[in-house]
């Protein structure tokens, strides 16, 4: 095994401790850690309901009872919260959430998200953005709210992603029933990488740009201020967004205990981070660094690295989004992974560990047999309507293990796509990363190093993103940014590029 470490100073307090949350789609991860030497001291977890879209209310719930399974944050000096990235939080003024939160792989919104494209074009929204909308977006989304609940889109007083909100309330904010510090929108705050991935924030200047917002909402945009900031000219019925703190920036400090459900507090002085979006947390977590480029293997599939220079496709396959250090995160993200693992083992009735034996008793390519693995349709390529089809049926290849290996190969090629179009960016691949659940079994393995035709490296399973949060929370208290080691497994390359070719060809 090889260690995977980031280059940074130790904070070098070998007692202070804090936390890091992971609020992702499926689940809440409350990880507690040393801050000098990401030791996990302790952790829980919660699970999240189903759905693509979902009452916020159910993840602060699920925060509440994983901090409690993870023995509370009494001892606790400083926290992050990462959350999946692109969720719609719309609150009234009075701090309320005004309908469930529409989540990243919700594709109602794609009709919005062409026509925003035909409006400006590709090359203007990369520009201004880095990256060229999709359904998954917060502008399409509010697109989306403006033309199908216009009585929903009047009432909105501010606009929020799931980690904004979800700190917000932690730092004593909400609803004046159900929060000490009440409804004030403009303690709002957020992260550059989360906010990268809203489509009305430009990475390169750090800036949010309101003719985007207002193209998406038909509302003119407000910046959540503080106590020092000076409000010039009538705000009218402008919507808040939340102020962008620095990487290493407090959002706040908790004067007061602050309840939790599930009959836990957050004690006075705990400290709140800025947190970050998902990949951005995962990849602080990681420890990557320019010429490192991770491929996650959760129910999505993500292909993402860090560089200092700037991410441009005008074909929007990789998304120029900002990292969670104040440099740039571009990605790719694909809507099937493990998932096709999940639905390719139902139907023949055995568990990832099965099929993964399955797949190794059929030889690579799977003598013809090519799943394009569309099951969900799919965000990259752009084909929010697309299904699964299954091509090189024949009577040698219509078995258990070819189909396995299929099943392996396709979800693999989707993102050696993937890891092609980040390529093609000019981001130099050094090290590939294979992280991720799926990233545990050995065909998995075993068919990523003939697919990506390079070495792969596997780091030991962790929570990355809750890990990422911890080590910025670290970051914030503390002044550096900790470097901890992670350990990896080396999988030597065994290139195998027809598998690749064939899979292109299928995809056509």
Known sequence: MADLASSATDPGDEDLLVAGVDSSTQSCKVVVRRASTGQVVRSGRATHPDGTEVDPAAWWDALGTAVADAGGLDDVAAIGIGGQQH???????????IRPALLWNDVRSAAAAADMVEELGREAWVARTGLVPVASFTATKLRWLRDAEPEHAARVAAVALPHDWLSWRLR???PADESPLGPDLDALATDGSDASGTAYWDPARREYDP????LALGRRLRLAQTADDTQTGDDGDAVIVPRVVGPSEAMGTLD????????????????????AGDNAGAALGLGLA????AVSLGTSGTVFGVTDTAVEDPSGTVAGFADATGARLPIVTTLNAARVLEVIGGLLGVDHAELGRLALQAPAGADGLVLVPYFVGERTPNRPDATASLLGMTPGTTDRAHLARAAVEGMLCALADGLAA?????????????IGGAAQNEAVRVVAAQVFGREV??????EYVAAGAARQAAWVVTGDLPGWSIPTTSIPADPHPEVLERYRAAVG
């Open 457 to 462: 490296l596997v780091p030991e399973p962790g």
């Open 211 to 214: 003719e985007l917002f207002e």
């Open 290 to 293: 320019a010429g490192d480029v």
């Open 87 to 97: 969720g719609m939080v719309v609150l009234d003024a009075d701090g309320r959430v």
């Open 172 to 174: 004593g904010y909400g």
């Open 422 to 434: 980040v390529e093609r960016t000019g981001v130099t691949v050094e090290r590939l990363l294979l």
């Open 256 to 275: 007061q205990a602050v309840g939790l459900p599930g009959g836990v507090t957050a004690p006075a002085g705990l400290v709140v981070a800025p947190g």
